[in-house]
């Protein structure tokens, strides 16, 4: 699925829950696996106009990287139809000054993967539940010209992951977080008032012990609270 027509006038989260802030040079690419999962991410870019392409599989992102300048791609390994690490061989052909950043959905990278040249960077997603921000780091180390693994890949070993109980309303602003909903959205659709979706989002991130909503959306998926 194509996502990008749909970025026009799109908002992102609140300033102190971003998962990326930083300031990028170029157009940056996003492949991700699943639309709502895709919306969490673009949520999560302090200027969402810096994404030129926001799609769910392979064959639409080497489409626009073909027509048009990216600096930076960030995909999942997984994605609707293809794979993310051939997606950044593929890309990293068509422009070897183009960076990469692969998000690891399963915590690995494939043996056939791992010594490749042309790997710029591999985020782990249990390294998102950490008081850490392995995305930003690794936008940063790839910007500079310098490869990249996040924690746990560098270790061998995941981070302990401890799945709390929510309540029903939590689970249900779960649900719309992973639906990439801000939080003007979660008000109309639970009829609150922004003041209140605000609140319940904070406490939910508090709750999970995370500090942003895609943290949120990753470890619900990691706990088995919510599927994209």
């Given at each position: 699925m194509d996502f990008t027509p749909y970025l026009t006038g799109f908002q992102?989260?609140?300033?102190?829950?971003l998962l990326l802030s930083l300031k990028l040079d170029g157009q940056v690419a996003l492949a991700m696996k699943g639309r709502l999962f895709l919306r969490s991410m673009?949520?999560?870019f302090s200027d969402p106009t810096q994404i030129g392409c926001a799609v769910t599989d392979q064959q639409s992102c080497l489409d626009y990287l073909a027509e048009n300048p990216f600096s930076l791609l960030i995909c999942t390994d997984y994605l609707e139809q293809g794979n993310g690490f051939e997606l950044a061989r593929r890309a990293k052909e068509m422009h070897p000054g183009l960076r990469v950043i692969v998000l690891a959905l399963g915590d690995v990278i494939p043996a056939e993967y791992a010594e490749v040249s042309w790997l710029d960077a591999v985020v782990a997603e249990a390294d998102f539940v950490e008081d850490q921000h392995p995305l930003q780091a690794a936008v940063l180390a790839v910007m500079g010209n310098h490869a990249y693994r996040s924690p746990s890949l560098r270790s061998g070993t995941l981070p302990y992951l401890s799945c709390p109980r929510l309540t029903p309303r939590e689970y249900e602003v779960l649900d719309l977080l992973a639906s990439g909903m801000t939080d003007r959205e979660m008000s109309e659709a639970l009829v609150i008032s922004d003041e209140s979706a605000r609140t319940?989002?904070?406490?939910?991130?508090?709750?999970?012990?995370?500090?942003?909503?895609?943290?949120a959306v990753l470890k619900g998926m990691?706990?088995?609270m919510v599927n994209l």
């Open positions: 992102s989260g609140d300033a102190d829950e673009c949520s999560n319940y989002t904070k406490r939910l991130l508090r709750t999970l012990g995370v500090h942003n909503r895609l943290q990691r706990c088995g």
